[in-house]
C-alpha cells in the first residue's frame, strides 16, 4: 500500500491558509511514515519572507499593507519570495526516501532532480545551479536574486526557489516555480533593484508556451516515477479542515509574522 499521497487545492488560498496546511501535514508526519505531494496556489500577491529574516530589512511592509497584498512568515528558511502566477509545491515526508536515508543536502538535492526532470520534460532547458557566492546568502537579498547550489536555472537565471525545515522526524520543502513574474511589485515590496531581479531570475512564461496543468501533470509523474509508488489523492477530513484553520490564526498572527 502507497504511503504517499497528492494534494492539488484547486482553490487559490490565503497566506494564512496555504502556510497552515504546510506545517499541519508536516505535524502529520511525526505520527507515522508518511509523505505528501502538494500543489497549491495563492488568493492575491503575497510576500513571504523565511522563518528567521528581520521584517524591516527584508519587505516594504507599509506598501505591502497599504495595497492588500498578503504576507507571511513561513517556518522554513530561506529568503523573500513573491507568490503570484505561479506553482507553489510542498513535499512533506517522515518515510525514507527523503528523509530517513539522507540529510537536508541531499534530500534538497533529490527533489532538485525531480523538478529539473520535470522542466526538461516539459521541453525546458533547466540546469542545476553550482551556486553563488556564500555572501549573498548571508545578505537581505530577495531568494530569486541569485541561486543556490542544486537550484534550477535556465539560460543562467533562477527559476525555481526552495525552502526547507526538518527536525528529528520529518522534512517540510515547498518553493516557488514562477510562471510570469511582476518584476515592478517584487521590487517595491522589497527594496530590491528591479533592473536586477530580471538579470537573475526567469520564469517559465519567458522560456516555454506550456500550459499551466500540463506542468503540474508532467511534475506529478516526475514525481510519481521518483518515489516508485502510486500516488493517493489525500481528501481532507473535517478534523483535517478544523486543526487547519487553528493553526492558520498563528500565520495570521503578528506575535509570528513580526516577531523579529
Request: net charge positive; with cysteine; proline share 2%.
Amino acid at each position: 500500500m502507497s504511503n504517499w499521497y497528492f494534494i492539488e487545492d484547486k482553490k487559490a488560498l490565503s497566506p494564512s491558509l496555504n502556510m497552515a496546511i504546510d506545517e499541519y501535514l508536516f505535524n502529520l508526519c511525526h505520527d507515522k511514515s508518511i509523505g505528501f505531494f502538494r500543489i497549491y496556489s495563492w488568493d492575491r500577491p503575497s510576500f513571504s519572507i523565511g522563518v528567521s529574516q528581520k521584517v524591516s530589512k527584508v519587505i516594504n511592509l507599509n506598501y505591502i499593507e497599504e495595497n492588500q497584498f498578503g504576507f507571511v512568515r513561513r517556518v522554513t528558511g530561506g529568503k523573500t519570495v513573491l507568490h503570484n502566477d505561479e506553482i507553489t509545491y510542498s513535499i512533506v515526508s517522515s518515510e525514507e526516501k527523503f528523509f530517513r536515508d539522507n540529510d537536508l543536502y541531499k534530500s534538497y538535492s533529490l527533489i532538485a532532480d525531480i523538478i529539473l526532470k520535470t522542466l526538461i520534460n516539459s521541453g525546458i532547458d533547466a540546469v542545476l545551479s553550482e551556486g553563488s557566492s556564500s555572501l549573498l546568502s548571508r545578505s537581505n537579498n530577495p531568494c530569486f536574486s541569485f541561486p543556490t547550489p542544486n537550484e534550477i536555472e535556465v539560460g543562467g537565471k533562477k527559476i525555481v526557489g526552495s525552502a526547507q525545515k526538518r527536525d528529528k522526524h520529518a522534512l517540510l520543502q515547498h518553493g516557488s516555480i514562477p510562471l510570469s513574474m511582476d518584476f515592478k511589485l517584487y521590487s517595491a515590496g522589497t527594496g530590491f533593484s528591479e533592473r536586477a531581479l530580471r538579470q537573475s531570475m526567469t520564469t517559465v512564461r519567458d522560456v516555454s508556451t506550456i500550459r499551466k496543468d500540463l506542468l503540474i501533470k508532467n511534475f506529478y509523474i516526475s514525481f510519481e516515477e521518483f518515489v516508485g509508488k502510486n500516488i493517493i489523492k489525500y481528501e481532507y477530513s473535517e478534523k483535517d479542515r478544523i486543526e487547519i484553520r487553528s493553526l492558520a490564526k498563528k500565520y495570521e498572527s503578528e506575535k509570528w509574522n513580526l516577531n523579529l
